[in-house]
């Protein structure tokens, strides 16, 4: 399974924007490209959910209800890494995000470890 490593977290205040990276291990790079890929996320308290989805070498993509039309996923398979754009983040989108690969399409996470995440913290 691909492994992946999240960066670009930080402090943001309520309508401002956030870009989120994840890259592949040099060991597993191999496997991103044909890898379908998703971002989640956890908030203190709470169970880890579904942000969003890109299909590996389709154009397929999922939102959450929460995120859409807010947040838009993206990947350079290239760079074998995939990227999370927000916008208009709300204090409720506070949490430690994780990018991994998905095993059934949408929302389904790959087993094994997570990565480290990277935590958004989007004050009022």
């Known amino acids: 399974q691909v492994q992946m490593a999240e960066s670009g977290g930080g402090l943001a205040q309520a309508g401002g924007s956030l870009k989120l990276s994840c890259a592949a291990s040099?060991?597993?790079?191999?496997?991103?490209?044909?890898?379908?890929m998703g971002w989640f996320r956890q908030a203190p308290g709470k169970e880890r959910e579904f942000v969003a989805a890109?299909?590996?070498?389709?154009?397929?993509?999922e939102y959450a209800d929460s995120v859409r039309g807010r947040f838009t996923i993206s990947r350079d398979n290239t760079k074998t890494t995939m990227y999370l754009q927000m916008n208009d983040l709300k204090p409720e989108d506070t949490a430690v995000y994780y990018c991994?690969?998905?095993?059934?399409?949408?929302?389904?996470?790959?087993?094994?470890?997570w990565g480290p995440g990277t935590q958004v913290t989007v004050s009022s």
């Open positions: 890109r299909g590996a070498w389709t154009s397929y993509i």
């Open positions: 040099e060991r597993t790079q191999s496997l991103f490209p044909d890898t379908a």
């Open positions: 991994k690969g998905i095993e059934r399409w949408p929302s389904e996470p790959q087993s094994g470890p």
